[in-house]
């Protein structure tokens, strides 16, 4: 079965072989945090998509392919976790401070890309920082600073 999948996608990108990123790796645990942020209101648009993949490729300075085979991988992750603390525990062993602040700070931008935040949106991001170890301070500061680059409305 794995090897139908791995040919479908050699199939998809011209055959050309995927980047694997490693389980372990923490660009993979943030992408599926941020695929998670995508789809935790019911559906993925256009904008979002577009968002996520413009910030794995400038944040983890990816080619267009790597950061294909990215969001694919973080999405079959995303979608075989049960909750958060799998990926959490991997930012947490593998970044500092400011790099899990950086990545709820992406979140938000997944977040914002439609220029809104639900209230499934606010509690996932609540969850994710609080796990990461981000404070409600700066948790706040940076929708704040996010929302309104986005949005025009510093406090949306």
Known sequence: MLELFKNLF???TGGKPAAQFEPTDYRLAAA???VHACAVDGHIDGAERERLREILQARFGLDAEDTAALVDEATQAENEAVDLYRFTSQLNRS???DGRRRVVEMMWE???ADGRANE???NLLWRAAD???ISSRDRIALRQRVGGQRSGDADA
């Open 95 to 97: 970044l500092d401070e």
């Open 32 to 34: 599926a945090l941020l």
């Open 120 to 122: 499934f949106e606010d």
């Open 110 to 112: 997944i977040v914002y």
């Open 131 to 133: 796990l990461l170890g």
């Open 10 to 12: 050699s199939d998809l």
